[in-house]
């Protein structure tokens, strides 16, 4: 255990500055989200400035208030936590089930691999926003749809990435001495292949993470994502659209916040990729 | 001497190298000193990591990604390349300094037409025009004794064979006739009998335009053919230097002389014990990839206790018996008996009890071994999976097969597969195979991606292990020093089918079937003699047969 929190350390004693901004952000984002109710100065969806609207002159608002006066620092705030733990989960049943899929195909292949693929490949012809968009549509608009919807598209990439690295390793010797040993395809899968192909996965499970939590805040912004009052910081750009044509930065805030998550979150993953693709600076 | 010595061609002052790993820069060539006189060639051996090939492409000016020249100097006709400016290096590499990678096959470019690829370098120097190249190319193939020398450059890489591509190489590094060339290992992929031809040519085109050469090679035999001079390199350093035949006959080190031995490591042969039931037998096997018959009828036997080599070059159909015995390639008809008894086709059908008894060693143990797994995972698996040994049990055995492979158990258990020498990963691929506590074992030219002495020792650790555990072995190989070392019996296969089988004995004295013959007179010898007598030879055979 001590070995590993050294290896860790020294790990992070050589990352590069920008590796170590995106870590310190992406923490920060996290114990926000986590605590939010203690940082939050006001509620959730709590009207706190009904005379007008307040930007920077008014201490007790220190990122003014939206159009019908909620505390916008208080609603990023919160925002932090739907959007952020929502992409959170989306990914992790996206690479759940693209990864599963993905490697099953690479080692089974034949019309396994066949059918698998040109599913995918149906699902990848259509542009995924509208997609989502026409299923919401039908299927009405809740969370778990979201969720559901936006991971069984997005698997289709991490399907592919799996199928692609794992193919490589599937024609590994080791992996033929497994199979003549009479090993089951779990214990391939999970011994002889998925250790060598953790660090794409892990990579791309960073870059999806993002596009996942800029998928949301479209959606949201489309208004088939969270539903109002909640607060996310697609739909807050939405609603406050509108007050940056009377030159209130306002509307800038969320967007901000999506930019800075989404570059810090790009910052490690480089960093990552960087380390384990064995590149030379 | 001076630097003015207009017979020098080439000088090297104490060359060092560094290479980058893990963030720092080692020393990799620790100050070597070279000279090569014009129309000489000077061989450069050693094993891997001894910095030849290094050494070899620091001639051009040139390091690899990751290394870098870092002291001494090199004088290539009055220019330092240590020091001199990129574009001074490019006006000479190509025109002046040529370079012959080992495998043609990934120097050559798929998507350009061979000729194409022979003119860029003569018109990029502005020595020929494009016609004039051409012209030059045909009457260089024909030197080469490659076939069609008029048309054959008008074909793409893929559509030549690989000792072909290897003298196309050569033709398009003599293009602009330079005063050097660098051929790095340009034999080493190459069968026997091909190895033969492309020597030949290399030989005979050095010699005719004069030009001087570095060939870099790991094995002594074929530079006793080719240098004037030889270069023995040891990790970075100069071992031994000197004149080719009094190096052959009288090496002055002892590493020099262990290289000349390798090839002499030798097993009595033992007789086939009379009457009883191989443990092994191949019934009259037909198979296929997909549409391509790839084995014609294929019957041997590995009796008890034996080695059978299986002989043969690339594409003779060894390596696709050997999946046909591991059930991995259903045959088209015939069939695998094991003690007599026929094997299902399929190894998916057959008990895990037979999967356990027949065990496999690859070729490359870098592919052999996972890399995300430990020693301990590699050899413990299959003790826990076949003979359900757990915990105090397994360990003391997984240590047991590391002291029986020649391991320190302690400083081994421990480590992952990547922190190994290619000779430590194949012992830990043998002590894998081992702790199934198989019958046969089946190994697939287990010493061809390692070096000579290194391959040696394995070979030992084989044969002491078939005495102590009664193993059979059948051993694939293409190279026959390798048979020598360790067969009772062998089955030479040409094109898919069994042209000889036999005792070892038997097989290596004469009279022989005429692929046998060919493929046993192709091996070199340690002989500065051997390459132009052989050649001679067949030349008189070959006349005899056109009279």
Known sequence: MSKATQNTWKLLRTAPPTAWFGLIMVSIYIVVALLAPIFAPYGETEVVDVAGLSIG???????????????????IIYGARNTVGLAFITTVLTFAIGAVMGLLAAVLGGWFDQILSRIVDVLMSIPPLIFALLILTIIGTSVINMILVIAILDSTRVFRLARAVGMNIVVMDYVEVARLRGEGLWWIIRHEVLPNISAPLAAEFGLRFCFVFLFVASLSFLGLGLQPPTADWGSMVREMATLITFGLPTPLFPAAAVALLTVSVNFVVDWFLHKTSGLKS | MTMNDDDIILRMKGLRIEGRSEEKWHEIVHGVDLTLRRGEVLGLIGESGAGKSTIGLAAMGYARDGCRISGGEIWFDRVDLAKASTAEKRRLRGSRIAYVAQSAAAAFNPAHRLIDQYCEAPVLHGVLNRREAETAAKDLYGRLHLPDPETIGFRYPHQVSGGQLQRMMTAMAMSCRPDLIIFDEPTTALDVTTQIEVMAAIKDIVEQFNTAAIYVTHDLAVVAQMADRIMVMRYGNLVEEGETRSMIESPKQEYTSRLLSVRELSKAEAKRPEGETPILSVKRVDAAYGKAQVLYDVSFDVPKKRTVAVVGESGSGKSTTARVITGLLPPLSGHVEYNGEPL????????KDHLRRMQMIYQMPDTALNPKHKIRDVIGRPLSFYLGLQGRKKEERIRELLSL?????????????????????QRICIARALAAEPEVILCDEVTSALDQLVGEGILKLLIKLQDELDLSYMFITHDLATVKAIADEVVVMQKGRVVEAGPKTEMFTPPHHSYTDLLLSSVPEMDPDWLDRLLAERGEQLRDRGI
């Open chain 2, 344 to 351: 299902p086709a399929d190894f998916k059908s057959r008990p």
């Open chain 2, 405 to 425: 492979i020649e391991l320190e158990p302690d400083d081994y258990i421990d480590r992952m597969a990547t922190e190994l020498s290619g000779g430590q990963k």
């Open chain 1, 57 to 75: 002159d008014n201490p007790s608002f220190l990122l003014g208030t939206d159009h019908i006066g909620r505390d916008v620092l208080s609603r």
